[in-house]
């Protein structure tokens, strides 16, 4: 069974940086579509960014694009989300998904993932 644990959250101040990883055990994930998923007090969850599971292309929501890096380590089995220029409005509690083998389709539907972590809190102070 694949699982997937987040770290890298904390509190940061505005116009700061912070870099989540996503840390896959259970499977090798080098064939697995990416993503990040966020969901703020009272909000939807809502789609961040993901990675084809080539690595080769990479999708960012338009509030975050610019800001936000998406990258993957298959070597380490690992998910990387480097987030610059934080501000307020994107403090949520950040999720990473994966959904495989090969899977090549709509990649900001949370629900075209079967596998999810638990979440860590990104806190961005003004």
């Known amino acids: 069974q694949l699982q997937l644990v987040e770290s890298g959250g904390g509190l940061v101040q505005a116009g700061g940086s912070l870099r989540l990883s996503c840390t896959a055990s259970?499977?090798?994930?080098?064939?697995?579509?990416m993503g990040w998923f966020r969901q703020a007090p009272g909000k939807e969850r809502e789609f961040v960014a993901a990675i084809s599971w080539r690595g080769s292309s990479t999708y960012y929501a338009d509030s975050v694009k610019g800001r936000f890096t998406v990258s993957r380590d298959n070597a380490k089995n690992t998910l990387y989300l480097r987030m610059d220029s934080l501000k307020p409005e994107d403090t949520a509690v950040y999720s990473c998904a994966a959904r495989g083998p090969f899977y090549s389709g709509n990649y900001s539907l949370p629900n075209n993932y079967n596998y999810w972590g638990q979440g860590t809190q990104v806190t961005v102070s003004s």
């Open positions: 259970g499977r090798i994930v080098s064939n697995y579509a």
